[in-house]
């Protein structure tokens, strides 16, 4: 009996498993696709600039000497402000220099003429000196010119950006040692690459939010008011200058931003979440539920990108069901489950 007992124990368990039962259902999390307003986004990450012809980056007008500092970076400065000063002599010593030449070839243009006029020097010698006066005029107007500018000052309202400028160092033309800007009149730069560029139109609304990762502050609306027609020989990016009239705080400049550029709207469009996409050959698919909870992988078109949304050109009908959560976890024709809510 006791063997008996434990043969049919035994069959049961090996019928249990040799037995046709089906295999349990995948939990995925799934959504319908439906007809909606879809506005195509594209972001970049910019930066607040100073407007052009509201900043300036001042040098030296000639190799020279740093005797003083007048200014700090962040320091408001105003027109006409003094910020760096340079050495004076031999500035002043150019100048002088500069007007005695120029009033020896006004004398040797003067006696020039005369001779000339009078059949004794020929014309090509009037003409040399003609010449050097007017080289000579061009010098002193140039030594002036460095000797006024042997002290630095602001040309606009503004603040110091930068000052790089040491007490005693020597400085050349090549070298700005100071800059200003207008901090009330300032664009955002974002840089694009030129496919997303492309897409892009001048009056476009951007939504401008704090930080580079786009969950910071919103700092409001702008507009596009240019694009760039050339690409960046080294970032390869189109720089796609922004507007923004009323910033919902103050701007920095050099403060880094992230802007969502709105670049078409459609009244109706197939929308599905972008985790519903999966690899498809060269292209994407969508696992499509069916009435008997069975998926099935179904190649897709895909137009533009929101934000965690994207159109479907083709491949999918209003009030279908797609696998959103869990696509990359199941294969064509797998039984899936919904998560109960």
Known sequence: MKRLLLLAVLLSGCGGKGGDAEPAA???????????P????VTAIGTVAARPGHFAELAAPAPTRVTRILASPGQRVRVGDTLVVFEVASFQAAANAAEVALRGAQNANERALRLTQAGILPRKD??????????????????????????????????VTHLSAVLGASVDPSQPVVGVADPS???LTF????????????????LVIAGDQGIGDTLGPARVRDIGAVVDSLTRAVTV?????????????????????????????LVI????????????????????????????????RADS?????????????????????IIDSARVASPRP
């Open 273 to 304: 979440p972008e985790a519903a996409l999966v690899p498809n050959g060269e292209g994407y698919g969508v696992f499509v539920v069916d009435s008997g909870g069975l998926a099935h992988l179904r190649p897709v078109e895909v137009g533009s």
């Open 191 to 206: 840089s694009l690459p030129p496919d997303a560029a492309a897409r892009v139109h001048l009056g476009d609304s951007v």
């Open 126 to 159: 009037a003409d040399a000196a003609a010449q050097a006066l007017a080289d000579a005029e061009a010098n002193a107007v140039t030594a002036r010119r460095n000797a006024q500018l042997s002290a630095l000052c602001s040309p606009l309202d503004g603040v």
């Open 185 to 187: 009149a300032i664009d």
């Open 38 to 41: 879809f506005t195509e986004i």
């Open 26 to 36: 995948a939990r995925v999390g799934t959504t319908i696709v439906r007809l909606a």
């Open 309 to 329: 949304l994207v159109e479907i050109l083709s491949g999918v009908s209003a009030g279908e069901t797609v696998v959103t959560t869990g696509a990359y976890g």
């Open 241 to 269: 200058r922004a507007h923004l009239s009323r910033p919902g705080r103050a701007l920095r400049i050099g403060e880094t931003v992230r802007g969502r550029i709105a670049v078409r709207t459609l009244d109706r469009a």
